[in-house]
């Protein structure tokens, strides 16, 4: 990979649009359904931290919000928790999921999928699949709608929504994480003295840990693993704004990201013992592997049958409070294991008393938690092999489906897919805790 030109490109970094994450409800953003008073009602709610969107039989049912183009303003993304749902019955106005981006005159401002039409992204019942405008791309569930070239201060409003007829009342979708992707103005840092919140220090406090991990990185969200370019060595002619041309990955790949520990591309962990210590990377054995820059520490598995945390143990998905499961507890004891119950409640509780690590808190990761260590530039396993070398297979995590309540999300570490599964389905578990 070609990294003469890295020191060209500013830093892209997300900014949410407020309440992007759904986290304080639909505050911030305006509903829309058409006509209301439809049996079954068209709504927007928001469901385990996603806007589920049912049209039922309003002809639209979404949501919008307005805001105005930041200086650098690069792309919205947008993460698609359940995919379009559609029954479409083959009326004259077929179903289907609608992506706008629009200026203030209601005209797009982005790509759209066919002459004519305002949406860069569009999913159908009929024909069947996604269309998607020129440079909008689509990977694990997320849509990514390139906005180069908007003026700074340019009202713009994006907008999601399911359509169609009346009588199409089943179709449904739910998102989440809408953020801009925005160029950071300003010098670029001097080499080899930025951490990965981007903090200046000698490079004598980073190599000892002075300050341990700084605040900043808790809550940070790690970059994709990915360090080549398609078509050949970044910047590929004709083929800009790849993903490796930009990030910790590329950082790490110029060498000029410093870390508390080590990994591939911009990965950053620590291997810890059973009390919690700090081991070398060179350590061959090791409890707990701690994420610098998440501010996670997961559970290393291994390789021992007889053991509570071997690796090939299968557990089926289970959760009696109400409040976490979605409405479905799923089933208790439904998979093949040693040590405890065969259900993922159960694995935490007997996980727990053996305080790995020094710590009883641990506890199923959540979908984005889990999806945080997909190394997208690796398969089977997807992951970065040297801290997580038994991590193929797919995994649970402690988000159960919006509109599924049977099912709960996991993420395939073979491919660094997310998709979801029957409670009733015997998976695997890797547990995780905050640095405290």
Not at 168 to 190: M, Q
Not at 346 to 374: H, K
Request: hydrophobic share 40%; net charge negative; proline share 6%.
């Amino acid at each position: 990979m070609a990294t003469s030109a890295l020191a060209d490109h500013p830093k892209v970094i997300d900014i949410p649009l407020p309440n992007g994450d759904f986290g304080q409800g639909l505050t911030g953003w305006t509903v829309e359904v058409s006509p209301t008073g439809t049996v079954p009602s068209g709504s927007v709610n928001v469901v385990n931290g996603a806007a589920l969107i049912a049209k039922g039989g309003a002809f639209h049912a979404g949501l919008s919000q307005g805001f105005e183009a930041p200086e650098g303003l690069q792309a919205l993304r947008l993460r698609l928790t359940q995919l379009p749902q559609f029954g479409s019955t083959g009326s004259f106005i077929p179903e289907a999921f609608d992506v706008h981006i629009t200026g203030p005159g209601g005209f797009s401002v982005a790509a759209s999928w066919r002459a004519g039409a305002s949406s860069a992204a569009n999913a159908a019942a009929a024909p069947a699949g996604f269309n998607f405008g020129d440079g909008v791309t689509f990977s694990n569930g997320e849509i990514r709608i390139p906005l180069e070239g908007i003026a700074s201060g340019t009202g713009l409003t994006f907008a999601a929504a399911l359509v169609g007829a009346a009588a199409d009342t089943v179709a449904t979708v739910a998102l989440t994480d809408v953020v801009l992707e925005v160029e950071e103005k300003g010098e670029p840092p001097v080499p080899d003295r930025v951490d990965g919140c981007g903090i200046f220090r000698d490079r004598f406090q980073i190599s000892h840990g002075v300050a341990g991990i700084a605040r900043c990185a808790l809550g940070q969200i790690n970059d994709t693993g990915i360090l080549a370019c398609a078509g050949g060595d970044c910047p590929v002619p004709g083929l800009p704004g790849q993903d490796a041309e930009f990030g910790r990955d590329a950082l790490a790949a110029a060498g000029r990201l410093n870390k508390l520990g080590t990994g591939e591309a911009g990965f950053d962990w620590t291997k810890l013992d059973p009390d919690g210590e700090e081991l070398p990377a060179s350590a061959p054995a090791w409890a707990c592997v701690r994420d610098n820059y998440t501010g996670l520490i997961w559970e290393a598995k291994v390789d021992d049958a007889g053991d509570l945390g071997h690796f090939a143990h299968t557990y089926s998905w289970f959760n009696a409070d109400g409040s976490g499961n979605g409405g479905v507890s799923g089933q208790a004891d439904g998979g093949i294991c040693q040590g405890s119950p065969c259900d993922v409640s159960a694995y935490v509780a007997a996980f727990n008393q053996l305080r790995m690590c020094g710590a009883s808190d641990w506890r199923l990761p959540t979908r984005p938690e889990l999806a945080s260590i997909v190394h997208a530039g690796r398969t089977t396993p997807a992951l970065d092999s040297v801290f997580f070398p038994l991590g193929a297979g797919w995994y649970w995590t402690a988000t159960p489906a919006a509109a599924d309540p049977v099912s709960a999300w996991t993420v395939d570490f073979n491919d660094g897919s997310i998709r979801t599964e029957l409670k009733t389905t015997a998976g695997r578990i890797r547990l995780v805790r905050e640095v405290r």
